[in-house]
């Protein structure tokens, strides 16, 4: 699986079983997610470590938050 179930559930039972919370989340995150990588590529083009490390911070939080456990993991 790409995305780990049980962080689906654990967010849809945050929101209070709506389903529609979930859909938004994971649509925040698959419209942020490209942004965080290209801002990582640049960091890490313009040698500036501590923009990379925010990013890839920031991606790995929010990997693991929606699920993506193999993203998250890297």
Not at 3 to 8: K, M, R, W
Not at 52 to 65: C, D, F
Request: glycine fraction near 6%; aromatic fraction near 6%; charged fraction near 20%.
């Amino acid at each position: 699986n790409v995305i780990e179930p049980s962080a689906i559930k654990g967010i849809q039972a945050i929101a209070g079983g709506s389903t529609d919370f979930v859909i938004e989340i994971i649509d925040c995150y698959f419209e942020d997610a490209p942004g965080r990588i290209a801002a990582m590529r640049e960091a890490f083009n313009q040698q500036d470590w501590t923009s990379l490390k925010r990013a890839a911070h920031t991606l790995n939080s929010t990997s693991a938050t929606v699920g993506a456990i193999r993203l998250a993991q890297l």
